[in-house]
């Protein structure tokens, strides 16, 4: 079978403001719930295969956890929860193969964590210690990009050049509602649909770009938007990891078979802040939140596997204790970081000596030298 447009991107409402016009696989509560398109892909899953989902999930939960606790502390220059967007990312990250390439946003952290990326990737670049705390080509992860939009871009550009290559790697560009009213994601779509690379684009509608619902950002539902460009879509519930699973499947066997780009608008929603310097309460009707509470996605997905006798109380103790261990390796990594020197920042700005950027180096040395204490001197 393969991935196609639903009729949830044919809509025609005054406003886009339903978020059960989704493709799904569980409900709610958990039960199941039949879906022509997306069955198939999530037929062979065995029962390691979904605790392996649920494990990934609950550790993203907690690594979110610690890294709002550890800017809450003054560790932490800057953190973006993503707490309750964790059956988005980790469902479509574990549809990806090793060689694929991803390009997140700033709020992937349970895409970070299926790829593999070490305790020190989740905090020491938002505690200013590294440009970027992992190595990319290991993971196969881009460094986060916090221009709004423009991996959507690299990523594009990076599938052109695979494409060209012969390679059947994937690339998978990560971005929230609101990036999908700027021109680079707009620019990398019809470079996409124009030479078919080999992308999937994640659309994590979490209904808020800071404080502007997603009703602002269009009065359509978003996956409406890249059939104009000639790339298929899919709206699908982003609480509910088996649909984002599948989805990303039939998304990344199309793109590795030929067929060119897909677009997945994964409807979630924002638990906590947009970073830890903004407050929600300020803009948010509690009411709302607590309604997305109930469509908690690891409740849901535990009702599920519990139903399906794959996972048990004795299950659920290990993964927690997992999730600890992950979230006290996190902290030490952190709270131990060595500042490196001021000066080391001009290190790996280019691959070759460079006149200029030593006249910098040498100028921004004289610069620190006035902050020196006359005992110093």
Partial sequence: MTYTQIHATDRTSDVVDDVDDVARLLDPDGGRVPDAMLDPWVADLSPHELRALHRDMVLTRRVDAEGVALQRQGQLALWAPSRGQEATQVGTAHALAEGDLVFPSYREHGVLLVRGVPAEGF?????????????????GVAPPQIIIGAQALHATGWAMGARLD?????AAAYFGDGATSQGDVNEAMVFASSFQAPVVFVCTNNQWAISEPVTVQGRFPLAGRAPGFGIPSVRVDGNDVLACLAAMRGAVDRARRGEGPSFIEAVTYRMGPHTTSDDPTRYRDPAEVDRWARRDPIARFEAFLRAEGVLDDAALAEVSAAADAL?????????????RAPETMFDHVYAEPHAGLDEQRRAYADYLAGFTTGEQR
């Fill in 123 to 139: 905090v020491l670049q938002w505690r200013g210690e590294e440009p970027s705390g992992f190595d990319h080509a290991a993971v």
């Fill in 166 to 170: 012969g390679s059947a790697d994937v």
């Fill in 327 to 339: 979230a006290a390796e996190v902290r030490a990594v952190c709270i131990g970081a060595t500042t």
